[in-house]
């Protein structure tokens, strides 16, 4: 029987992957929750004023989502690496590339595209005008890819590191922010009745860049982590 | 199980050396592993073992010098067993992240009935023993084609009739024209030679 080729073998990744993180759900209502519990917050400490709101509204919604994805990222590979399924990864005839890039898709699948379809009810709790509503699950879509781009390799990283919680948000954030810049930019360019296009072009150029760069770094780390 | 030539080198170290915390565990170590071959590692405690294995398949890519070439698809079984809890064992077996060939559910069945889970197909492998979760594992061994199987203590956990069968099923696979390097402080007792490397006093016949 011949190994499957790397399209199949990421098919296969992706609906283990996915299938993982169906039978913990909880896992998947976290970040969701996050996001709630933490939007709700901002009401309280900047007061309820509409206007207030709404002026803070797409900074608030970004950070909150890029914040509830840097909670989640650090999972992407730690129970692998803890059952030992990590060491038969890079054992895999496949390459390695691809079956990361597998990893992360399905890391999206589950955080970022989720939270890009529930913003819209936490846009209308912080009165974010109608109009930019758009313009935020578009640059959520792309903008939360590319954190979790961005976080797998940070993840692959600390992987080996018993605490690395700590490590992965000192090391990530600061790549995150080019795309919060840009994410927070588009909304922001939205309410204002600028046209959002060229934002979203710079963090679909962004993304682009990062599927074609980030596995090569969490492959590399990956092989450093498991050798350590 | 597909016919192989026996004699054909699947695996050749070539002066490797190690040194761990100071300590130097081998050196000047060179052998080639030819199909048909039975390889038993010997050593102490904390003499090298895995981390041998760990270089010879090409996990432990830094810290060591000497060259490894391989020639052969391999298998690799550490002391981890790689099984996620959530899933099934067939669901293990048939998603497995080692990148073989995509086993129908009747090879999957059929291998799992030989490694003595018939009827656990479907539970959660989170309720499986110790020892059930490495009999999973060896169904591996059953369900893939590759020539050389590195075993790190595969009969830890497992109970003594499965020794047994562990052991006919090694020599089976070596009178088929593969390869096994294994690990073990047991004794084997197999129908084919074993050649032993004693990482205490190098290579013995």
Same mark, same amino acid.
């Given at each position: ?48 004023? *509409? ?43 496949? *390459? ?81 922010? *080019? ?15 600028? *046209? ?33 | ?27 000047? =170590?060179?052998?080639? /592993? ?6 038993? /590692? ?55 992240? $080692? ?51 590195? =075993? ?5 956990? /497992? ?12 020599? $089976? ?33």
């Amino acid at each position: 029987m011949t190994p499957p080729g790397a399209v199949q073998f990421c098919i296969r990744l992706l609906r283990r992957q996915l299938l993982l993180a169906v039978r913990r759900p909880l896992e998947i209502g976290n970040p969701l929750l996050f996001f709630a519990m933490v939007v709700a917050l901002f009401p309280l400490g900047l007061g309820p004023t *509409p206007e207030t709101l709404a002026g803070f509204a797409p900074g608030v919604l970004w950070i909150t989502a890029l914040l509830s994805n840097l909670l989640t990222s650090d999972a992407v590979f730690r129970s692998d690496f803890e059952d030992g399924s990590l060491e038969q990864l890079l054992l895999a005839p496949q *390459p390695l590339f691809m079956s990361v890039l597998a990893y992360i898709g399905a890391h999206w699948l589950t955080t970022g595209l989720l939270l890009a379809a529930v913003s819209p009810v936490f846009a209308l709790m912080l009165n974010l005008p109608a109009q930019a509503i758009v313009a935020l699950v578009a640059s959520l879509l792309i903008g939360t890819a590319l954190l979790s781009l961005i976080g797998g390799i940070g993840a692959a990283l600390t992987v080996g590191l018993k605490r690395g919680g700590m490590l992965i948000s000192l090391l990530i954030l600061p790549l995150y922010m *080019p795309v919060l810049i840009f994410g927070s930019a588009a909304v922001q360019a939205a309410v204002g009745g600028f *046209p959002v296009g060229p934002y979203l072009a710079i963090l679909g150029a962004m993304l682009c860049l990062a599927i074609a760069l980030a596995p090569l770094a969490m492959a590399a780390g990956l092989r450093i982590s498991i050798d350590a | 199980m597909p016919t192989r030539d026996s004699g054909v080198p699947v695996l050749a170290a070539r002066s490797l050396c190690l040194e761990r915390g100071g300590r130097e565990l081998f050196r000047e =170590l060179s052998f080639t /592993i030819c199909a048909g071959q039975l390889w038993q /590692i010997e050593g102490a405690n904390g003499a090298g073992k895995t981390s041998l294995l760990r270089i010879l398949c090409g996990l432990s890519r830094y810290g060591f010098t000497g060259q490894v070439e391989r020639f052969a698809p391999l298998l690799y079984l550490g002391h981890q067993s790689a099984l996620k809890a959530l899933l099934t064992p067939r669901e293990n077996l048939a998603f497995h992240v $080692s990148g073989e060939g995509c086993y129908g559910d009747e090879q999957i069945e059929s291998a799992l009935a030989r490694v003595g889970l018939y009827g656990y197909e479907d539970v959660a492998s989170h309720t499986l023993s110790a020892g059930q979760h490495r009999r999973v594992n060896l169904a591996r061994l059953l369900l893939s084609d590759a020539t050389l199987w590195l =075993l790190d203590e595969p009969f830890t956990a /497992i109970d003594k009739a499965g020794v047994d069968e562990l052991q006919a099923l090694l020599a $089976s696979h070596v009178a088929g024209g593969g390869a096994v390097v294994m690990t073990s402080h047991q004794a084997l007792d197999v129908s084919c030679d074993v050649r032993y490397l004693n990482l205490g006093t190098g290579l013995a016949a």
